[in-house]
């Protein structure tokens, strides 16, 4: 059975919301959603800092480049999704070093934490998952030519500020 509805998550305005379920009551907020992304890092034989980025193969950004990352499932932590996508992702398992920052997309209403991270196993290779393509390690003094590859603004953000050495600070421009 189909019922209309008054407006739906994606279209209801700030005086429509929350919408409320009739039966359960239960309230929705257009609030961002949650997200996690890892900053994969690994030195190339020279001991240059590499990033691993993913193409993607799936909608949205299909064909651009992305890193590991995806929206938290219920009860998941931030840092619990952050090492769960990019297992699923690229078949490595990470240890986080630190959080790397905090990035707001409007398009997709998401806010992503984004954490430094570096594989357990060192020797570990890529295994991609159906979303991504291909995968490429990125050095510091490749991200510039790498940055308009990349689908999201938002981790583009991520990696030019991996790439300047920004830890956590705010951004210059304040996005």
């Known amino acids: 059975m189909t019922r209309t509805v008054p407006a739906c998550p994606h279209c209801a305005t700030v005086g429509e919301q929350p919408l409320v379920c009739d039966r359960c009551q239960w309230r929705w907020y257009a609030n961002p959603k949650p997200a996690a992304a890892v900053l994969l890092e690994r030195a190339d034989d020279e001991g240059e800092p590499r990033l691993l ?77 159906f979303e991504s393509s291909d995968h490429a390690w990125v050095g510091r003094s490749e991200v510039a030519a790498w940055l308009p590859r990349i689908a999201f603004s938002a981790m583009a953000a991520a990696v030019a500020d991996w790439a300047a050495g920004r830890r956590g600070e705010p951004r210059p421009d304040g996005s």
């Not at 064909?63 to 992702?89: I, K, Q």
């Not at 920052?101 to 409007?106: D, E, K, R």
Request: charged share 25%; glycine share 8%.
């Open 53 to 129: 980025l993913l193409r993607r193969a799936v909608e949205p950004g299909h064909g651009a480049w992305d890193l590991p990352a995806g929206y938290l499932d219920p009860g998941e932590s931030f840092e619990m999704a952050a090492r769960r996508e990019t297992r699923e992702e690229s078949g490595i398992d990470v240890e986080l070093l630190s959080l790397a920052g905090v990035y707001h997309s409007a398009p997709a209403n998401a806010v992503t934490a984004v954490y430094r991270a570096r594989a357990i196993d060192p020797e570990a290779t890529v295994s991609l998952d």
